[in-house]
Protein backbone atom coordinates (compact mmCIF):
# COMPACT_ATOMS: atom_id res chain seq x y z
CA UNK A 1 0.00 0.00 0.00
CA UNK A 2 1.60 3.32 -0.86
CA UNK A 3 1.89 6.01 2.11
CA UNK A 4 -0.27 8.80 0.13
CA UNK A 5 -2.71 7.52 -2.90
CA UNK A 6 -4.71 9.72 -5.38
CA UNK A 7 -6.58 9.07 -8.08
CA UNK A 8 -4.35 10.26 -11.30
CA UNK A 9 -7.34 11.64 -12.89
CA UNK A 10 -7.72 13.35 -14.79
CA UNK A 11 -10.81 14.74 -12.93
CA UNK A 12 -12.92 16.89 -15.36
CA UNK A 13 -15.56 19.41 -14.12
CA UNK A 14 -17.31 22.60 -16.61
CA UNK A 15 -16.24 26.35 -15.47
CA UNK A 16 -18.00 27.34 -12.13
CA UNK A 17 -18.32 24.02 -10.74
CA UNK A 18 -17.02 22.26 -7.85
CA UNK A 19 -14.24 20.11 -7.66
CA UNK A 20 -13.47 17.92 -5.34
CA UNK A 21 -10.23 16.12 -4.89
CA UNK A 22 -9.37 13.14 -2.50
CA UNK A 23 -6.39 11.31 -0.64
CA UNK A 24 -5.66 8.97 1.73
CA UNK A 25 -3.03 7.76 3.86
CA UNK A 26 -1.71 5.11 5.60
CA UNK A 27 0.45 6.56 8.25
CA UNK A 28 -2.18 6.75 11.33
CA UNK A 29 0.12 9.45 13.44
CA UNK A 30 0.22 11.40 10.81
CA UNK A 31 -0.54 15.13 11.99
CA UNK A 32 -0.12 17.36 9.17
CA UNK A 33 -1.94 17.58 5.66
CA UNK A 34 -0.79 20.21 2.88
CA UNK A 35 -2.47 20.35 -0.95
CA UNK A 36 0.07 21.90 -3.62
CA UNK A 37 -1.21 22.93 -7.27
CA UNK A 38 1.34 22.22 -10.04
CA UNK A 39 1.00 23.81 -13.62
CA UNK A 40 2.83 21.76 -16.31
CA UNK A 41 6.66 22.46 -15.97
CA UNK A 42 6.50 24.92 -13.07
CA UNK A 43 7.14 23.87 -9.41
CA UNK A 44 4.50 23.06 -6.82
CA UNK A 45 2.67 25.43 -4.76
CA UNK A 46 1.48 25.39 -1.38
CA UNK A 47 -2.41 26.18 -1.74
CA UNK A 48 -3.95 24.69 1.78
CA UNK A 49 -2.23 23.62 4.76
CA UNK A 50 -4.73 21.59 7.88
CA UNK A 51 -3.64 20.22 10.91
CA UNK A 52 -6.79 19.17 12.51
CA UNK A 53 -10.13 17.09 11.97
CA UNK A 54 -12.68 19.09 10.06
CA UNK A 55 -12.90 22.01 7.37
CA UNK A 56 -10.43 24.86 6.51
CA UNK A 57 -11.92 27.68 3.92
CA UNK A 58 -9.02 29.73 2.11
CA UNK A 59 -11.28 32.15 -0.44
CA UNK A 60 -12.90 29.34 -3.31
CA UNK A 61 -10.74 26.17 -1.71
CA UNK A 62 -11.77 24.18 1.20
CA UNK A 63 -9.72 21.46 2.48
CA UNK A 64 -11.33 18.39 4.95
CA UNK A 65 -9.27 16.42 7.27
CA UNK A 66 -10.94 13.01 8.92
CA UNK A 67 -7.59 10.79 10.80
CA UNK A 68 -10.19 8.44 11.92
CA UNK A 69 -10.84 7.49 8.33
CA UNK A 70 -7.09 8.47 6.96
CA UNK A 71 -8.41 10.71 4.33
CA UNK A 72 -7.81 14.51 3.36
CA UNK A 73 -9.90 16.04 0.29
CA UNK A 74 -9.68 19.50 -1.21
CA UNK A 75 -12.92 21.13 -2.37
CA UNK A 76 -12.79 23.84 -5.33
CA UNK A 77 -15.48 26.45 -5.73
CA UNK A 78 -16.76 27.96 -9.04
CA UNK A 79 -13.33 25.86 -10.80
CA UNK A 80 -12.03 28.27 -13.43
CA UNK A 81 -9.71 27.34 -16.38
CA UNK A 82 -6.98 28.41 -14.28
CA UNK A 83 -7.63 26.06 -11.74
CA UNK A 84 -6.45 23.39 -14.23
CA UNK A 85 -3.70 22.04 -13.29
CA UNK A 86 -2.24 18.40 -11.18
CA UNK A 87 -2.80 18.49 -7.44
CA UNK A 88 -0.59 17.11 -5.09
CA UNK A 89 -1.56 15.45 -1.72
CA UNK A 90 1.38 15.60 0.54
CA UNK A 91 1.67 14.38 4.02
CA UNK A 92 4.20 14.60 7.18
CA UNK A 93 4.89 10.86 8.13
CA UNK A 94 6.99 8.59 10.43
CA UNK A 95 8.97 11.04 12.57
CA UNK A 96 7.52 14.13 10.70
CA UNK A 97 10.68 15.11 9.15
CA UNK A 98 9.84 13.41 5.95
CA UNK A 99 7.30 15.28 3.34
CA UNK A 100 5.48 11.88 1.36
CA UNK A 101 3.52 12.83 -1.53
CA UNK A 102 0.62 11.49 -3.98
CA UNK A 103 1.48 10.65 -7.76
CA UNK A 104 -1.14 13.83 -8.17
CA UNK A 105 -4.54 14.29 -9.31
CA UNK A 106 -4.99 16.36 -12.68
CA UNK A 107 -7.58 18.57 -12.83
CA UNK A 108 -9.18 20.05 -16.25
CA UNK A 109 -11.84 22.54 -16.01
CA UNK A 110 -13.99 22.99 -19.06
CA UNK A 111 -15.57 26.33 -20.47
CA UNK B 1 13.02 39.43 -2.47
CA UNK B 2 12.73 36.64 -0.33
CA UNK B 3 12.75 33.16 -1.63
CA UNK B 4 13.71 30.21 -3.05
CA UNK B 5 16.49 30.29 -6.23
CA UNK B 6 17.64 27.22 -7.91
CA UNK B 7 20.22 27.40 -11.15
CA UNK B 8 20.50 27.07 -13.75
CA UNK B 9 16.92 26.32 -14.77
CA UNK B 10 18.18 24.15 -17.35
CA UNK B 11 20.95 21.70 -17.32
CA UNK B 12 22.21 19.06 -20.04
CA UNK B 13 25.05 16.83 -18.94
CA UNK B 14 27.07 13.81 -20.96
CA UNK B 15 26.83 10.51 -19.75
CA UNK B 16 29.23 10.05 -17.22
CA UNK B 17 29.60 13.58 -15.89
CA UNK B 18 29.01 14.55 -12.62
CA UNK B 19 26.90 18.08 -12.05
CA UNK B 20 25.72 20.59 -9.67
CA UNK B 21 22.64 22.06 -8.78
CA UNK B 22 22.47 25.08 -6.68
CA UNK B 23 19.78 25.83 -4.39
CA UNK B 24 19.75 29.12 -2.38
CA UNK B 25 17.25 30.40 0.25
CA UNK B 26 17.48 34.12 2.21
CA UNK B 27 14.11 32.89 4.30
CA UNK B 28 16.26 32.10 7.21
CA UNK B 29 14.95 28.51 7.61
CA UNK B 30 16.79 25.72 9.27
CA UNK B 31 15.75 22.79 7.21
CA UNK B 32 16.14 22.25 3.28
CA UNK B 33 15.06 18.92 0.93
CA UNK B 34 15.74 17.91 -2.57
CA UNK B 35 13.07 16.11 -4.60
CA UNK B 36 13.13 14.31 -8.23
CA UNK B 37 10.46 14.39 -10.23
CA UNK B 38 9.83 11.94 -13.26
CA UNK B 39 7.00 12.60 -15.94
CA UNK B 40 3.78 11.74 -13.95
CA UNK B 41 4.80 10.64 -10.87
CA UNK B 42 4.80 12.54 -7.11
CA UNK B 43 7.92 13.79 -5.91
CA UNK B 44 10.48 11.84 -4.12
CA UNK B 45 12.74 12.62 -1.53
CA UNK B 46 16.80 12.86 -2.08
CA UNK B 47 18.19 14.12 0.57
CA UNK B 48 17.54 16.37 3.18
CA UNK B 49 19.07 18.17 5.85
CA UNK B 50 17.28 20.05 9.18
CA UNK B 51 20.22 22.01 10.07
CA UNK B 52 23.96 22.98 8.61
CA UNK B 53 26.51 20.57 8.52
CA UNK B 54 24.13 17.51 8.93
CA UNK B 55 22.14 15.68 6.13
CA UNK B 56 20.43 12.62 5.76
CA UNK B 57 19.50 10.63 3.17
CA UNK B 58 15.85 10.20 1.72
CA UNK B 59 14.41 7.55 -0.13
CA UNK B 60 16.80 7.39 -3.41
CA UNK B 61 19.82 8.82 -2.33
CA UNK B 62 22.17 6.60 -4.50
CA UNK B 63 24.03 8.50 -7.15
CA UNK B 64 23.36 11.80 -5.53
CA UNK B 65 25.95 13.61 -2.98
CA UNK B 66 24.98 17.13 -0.76
CA UNK B 67 26.68 19.52 1.29
CA UNK B 68 25.39 21.85 4.01
CA UNK B 69 28.02 24.30 4.97
CA UNK B 70 25.98 27.19 4.71
CA UNK B 71 22.46 28.19 6.41
CA UNK B 72 21.42 29.55 3.18
CA UNK B 73 23.03 26.52 0.49
CA UNK B 74 22.11 23.21 -0.38
CA UNK B 75 23.72 22.13 -3.13
CA UNK B 76 23.24 18.24 -4.54
CA UNK B 77 25.64 16.64 -7.00
CA UNK B 78 24.37 14.39 -9.72
CA UNK B 79 26.90 11.64 -10.21
CA UNK B 80 28.20 9.86 -13.36
CA UNK B 81 26.47 6.58 -10.51
CA UNK B 82 23.36 7.73 -10.95
CA UNK B 83 21.58 5.49 -13.61
CA UNK B 84 18.84 7.44 -14.48
CA UNK B 85 19.59 11.05 -13.65
CA UNK B 86 17.13 12.76 -16.12
CA UNK B 87 14.52 14.14 -14.23
CA UNK B 88 12.89 17.40 -12.55
CA UNK B 89 14.73 18.67 -9.51
CA UNK B 90 13.26 20.66 -6.77
CA UNK B 91 14.21 22.21 -3.79
CA UNK B 92 12.37 22.93 -1.28
CA UNK B 93 12.83 24.64 2.39
CA UNK B 94 10.58 23.89 5.76
CA UNK B 95 9.24 26.66 7.79
CA UNK B 96 7.68 25.96 11.41
CA UNK B 97 6.25 28.02 13.20
CA UNK B 98 3.71 27.87 16.17
CA UNK B 99 0.89 26.67 14.17
CA UNK B 100 2.24 26.17 10.50
CA UNK B 101 4.61 23.34 9.64
CA UNK B 102 5.00 23.68 5.52
CA UNK B 103 7.83 23.55 2.91
CA UNK B 104 7.92 26.17 0.00
CA UNK B 105 9.40 25.09 -3.29
CA UNK B 106 12.24 26.43 -5.80
CA UNK B 107 11.79 26.93 -9.23
CA UNK B 108 13.01 23.88 -9.83
CA UNK B 109 16.30 22.34 -12.32
CA UNK B 110 15.16 20.18 -15.52
CA UNK B 111 18.05 18.05 -16.17
CA UNK B 112 18.56 16.73 -19.45
CA UNK B 113 21.24 13.43 -19.91
CA UNK B 114 22.13 13.63 -23.31
Known amino acids: QKEVEQNSGPLSVPEGAIASLNCTYSDRGSQSFFWYRQYSGKSPELIMS????GDKEDGRFTAQLNKASQYVSLLIRDSQPSDSATYLCAVYTGTASKLTFGTGTRLQVTL | DGGITQSPKYLFRKEGQNVTLSCEQNLNHDAMYWYRQDPGQGLRLIYY???????QKGDIAEGYSVSREKKESFPLTVTSAQKNPTAFYLC?????????????FGPGTRLTVL
Open chain 1, 50 to 53: IYSN
Open chain 2, 92 to 104: ASRSRGLSTDTQY
Open chain 2, 49 to 55: SQIVNDF
